[in-house]
């Protein structure tokens, strides 16, 4: 057997990722159950999009709307979440991804899509974009009986945390580069949050620290080998050289997130530079203190994690 199959290229603890491209998974693996959560009161269940990729989802409807009873007959918004985890670990049953998305479809009293990408490097990117574009479209479409009598279409909001966050950035710009023209009436995406979102490059940014950039590209080029310019792809770097430019983003309106003690927080800040230099819109800025990556998710009855929650649901609500 070769040697290279036992060296350990990324060991970040919730996953070993060795050189050969095999993962072991040791977190981001346990699954609970879609259904009635007692303590937010929303509903739960998971649908396939796709048989033939795999490609699924967790819907939810939020207390004041559930599908067993009557309701006042109006729609509330659809909002896309992509789960964390590098683009290798992670799933919307995964019991701190489904906790946190019962928080946010109750605070903000929307109907929930949280999408099941596959994974890296069994699938590898751009795998996860892919599944994602084929389940933005699927949602906006209608298929499922609870988003069509329930969801509005007219209000869309993307979002997803960490590697989730990169996806719901790179769906944001693929609506505004192709457009869901195959969508009659056509969707209006209003905002897309970014919690966290991971983003990189080739060049090292003064503040991003050294091993952890290093980190990154070691990872990028064993679930994205293809990639064009390594981690100069526009999917990886929206400000590089050859990216669509960030005044296609399709949405009305961003909100960044990110935290003071993330390493990815340089990178988040520039890229809210960028947006916001590049004239687009209203861009808001959201930086939670003394807390690290993704917190958010692993601590959700933090006060930074409150704060950050009623933020998001203000966003919804349009303040």
């Known amino acids: 057997m070769d040697s290279s199959s036992a060296e350990i290229l990324i060991d970040l603890g919730g996953f070993r990722l060795y050189k050969d491209g095999h993962v072991d998974r040791a977190g981001g ?3 609970v159950p879609a259904g009635y959560d007692d303590e937010t009161g929303v509903t739960s269940k998971d649908v396939v999009i796709d048989t033939v990729t795999g490609v ?4 939810y409807l939020p207390p004041c709307i559930q599908p067993a009873t009557d309701d006042d007959g109006k729609k509330l918004p659809i909002l896309l979440f992509f789960h964390a985890g590098y683009f290798v670990v992670g799933s919307a049953s995964w019991p701190p991804v489904h906790r ?11 109907v929930a899509v949280s999408v099941n990408y596959r994974l890296a490097p069994e699938h590898l990117l751009p795998a996860a974009y892919d599944d994602s574009w084929a389940a933005l479209s699927w949602a906006v479409s209608g298929a499922d009986p609870w988003l069509s009598a329930h969801g509005d279409t007219g209000r869309v909001f993307l979002t997803g945390a960490s590697a989730g966050g990169n996806i719901a950035h790179n769906m944001t710009i693929a609506v505004g580069v192709r457009g869901l023209d195959a969508v009659v009436p056509a969707p209006r ?3 897309t949050i970014l919690l966290h979102p991971s983003f990189c490059g080739e060049t090292r940014m003064e503040g991003e620290p050294e091993e952890f950039w290093g980190g990154v590209k070691k990872r990028w080029a064993v679930i994205f080998p293809g990639a064009n310019d390594g981690l100069d792809d526009p999917r990886m770097n ?10 296609k983003l399709a949405c009305e309106r961003m909100l960044v997130c990110a935290a003071a003690l993330d390493p990815r927080r340089t990178r988040d800040r520039a890229y809210y530079d960028a947006v916001k230099a590049s004239g687009w819109g209203r861009v808001d800025w959201f930086e939670s203190e003394g807390e690290g990556h993704h917190f958010f998710v692993d601590k959700p ?3 930074e994690a409150i704060k950050l929650m009623e933020r998001v649901a203000a966003f919804v609500a349009g303040h």
Do not use: D, K, W
């Open 189 to 191: 995406i209003e905002g």
């Open 100 to 110: 946190y998305t019962n928080s946010v479809v109750a605070s903000a009293r929307v």
């Open 238 to 247: 929206p400000m590089a050289a050859g990216a669509p430019s960030l005044t």
């Open 29 to 31: 693996i346990e699954s």
């Open 301 to 303: 009855g933090s006060h």
């Open 56 to 59: 699924s989802a967790r819907l």
